[in-house]
């Protein structure tokens, strides 16, 4: 498969397809039989271009997602692993996210460039979920590219608990 080094507009299906299995492997990272460290399952379970940078868990939502990286090239990509199937059944926190079907307008985040076109919408429950990871992949992106942090990205460093100020100084 060859992909472009940037991303182009318009649909590319080889694109769509390697996303589509960087999703399936992100639930394969994040499987909750196991406890092993997600750089290391993830360069186990994968030997494709895309680099493991940084994982980010919210317990409250039972999310998680994965930061990648093409080869040495500036191109990121952010896999999330959705609900999950269980010994019992299907995870309930993630559950309670799958049921807010409704479509909702995406609004412009801090630092786009533009405002996305008015129809441009997004499925509820992964906005809420990614609402839960907002603010640390903002800290990352923003970090990585040099940019002034925002008072309140640092407030939130020092007053989020252990498991999350651990992971924003480990994008740091």
Same mark, same amino acid.
């Given at each position: 498969?060859?992909?472009?080094?940037?991303?182009?507009?318009?649909?590319?299906?080889?694109?769509?397809?390697?996303? $589509?299995?960087?999703? =399936?492997? @992100?639930?394969?990272?994040? /499987?909750?039989? %196991?406890?092993?460290?997600?750089?290391? !399952?993830?360069?186990?379970?994968? $030997?494709?271009?895309? =680099?493991? @940078?940084?994982?980010?868990? /919210?317990?409250? %939502?039972?999310?998680?997602?994965?930061? !990648?990286?093409?080869?040495?090239?500036?191109?990121?990509?952010?896999?999330?692993r959705g609900s999950i199937v269980t010994g019992g059944g299907i995870e309930l926190t993630n559950l309670a996210a799958g049921l807010e079907d409704r479509m909702v307008e995406y609004e412009k985040l801090r630092g786009e460039p533009t405002h996305p076109p008015r129809d441009t919408r997004v499925h509820q429950g992964y906005l809420n979920t990614f609402n839960g990871f907002k603010d640390e992949l903002i800290f990352f992106f923003e970090t990585l590219v040099g940019s002034q942090l925002e008072q309140s990205l640092l407030v939130g460093l020092v007053e989020s608990d252990d498991d999350e100020s651990a992971s924003r100084i480990a994008a740091l």
């Open positions: 498969m060859d992909m472009p080094d940037r991303i182009v507009s318009g649909f590319n299906f080889d694109e769509a397809l390697e996303m $589509t299995d960087l999703c =399936r492997l @992100v639930y394969k990272v994040f /499987d909750e039989t %196991t406890s092993t460290d997600p750089e290391a !399952l993830f360069n186990a379970l994968y $030997t494709g271009e895309w =680099r493991y @940078v940084h994982a980010i868990s /919210d317990y409250d %939502t039972d999310g998680r997602c994965m930061i !990648l990286r093409r080869g040495q090239r500036n191109q990121f990509v952010v896999v999330f």
